[in-house]
């Protein structure tokens, strides 16, 4: 039996090893299908609003046409030192077109590009890109692993 979605927001929102995950400066690494049956993997800038993940790409990028084809998506976010700490995602995208460039972009990139780059980065984007797709992912299975209580493998989603 897996968890409640309200279980997965409870986590999300209060977990510390989660908390530490969603301030870091690293992008979620989302894996979906495409239309003609190719697994893809992808670095995503995103954000957690405290009740699903956020990006935004580029309309006619080959991951909107996936999500819209085949809404399941799966992501990690994961440190690279030892023991690594890791968040597992599993959930269903659904797409927005926005015209502009949505603040939740700007706020998903701020942690991936830095501050001190944020101002030329922001401009160069707002001027070139006229229409983005704002993907909502709502979480259906979670896995925080942190190889100290939590460990890969078998057992509850969460523990």
């Not at 968890?3 to 979620?28: C, G, K, R």
């Not at 995103?46 to 956020?54: I, P, Q, R, S, T």
């Not at 706020?107 to 401009?123: L, Y």
Request: no cysteine; charged share 25%; glycine share 6%.
């Amino acid at each position: 039996m897996g968890m409640t979605y309200d279980e997965i927001v409870e986590i999300m929102n209060t977990d510390p090893v989660v908390q530490t995950l969603l301030a870091a400066p690293i992008p979620a690494r989302i894996a979906y299908v495409t239309p003609d049956g190719d697994p893809r993997v992808v670095p995503v800038s995103y954000l957690w609003n405290g009740k699903a993940f956020v990006f935004a790409s580029p309309p006619k990028w080959t991951k909107i046409k996936s999500l819209t084809a085949n809404p399941k998506i799966a992501f990690t976010v994961d440190t690279t030192d030892f023991p690594p700490n890791i968040l597992l995602v599993r959930g269903l995208a659904s797409i927005e077109y926005v015209a502009g460039v949505p603040q939740e972009y700007v706020e998903a990139s701020r942690r991936i590009v830095g501050e001190d780059k944020m101002e030329n980065w922001e401009r160069i984007v707002r001027e070139e890109i006229k229409e983005m797709a704002l993907v909502t992912i709502t979480p259906t299975w979670i896995k925080v692993t942190d190889f100290i209580t939590r460990f890969p493998g078998p057992g509850k989603p969460s523990s």
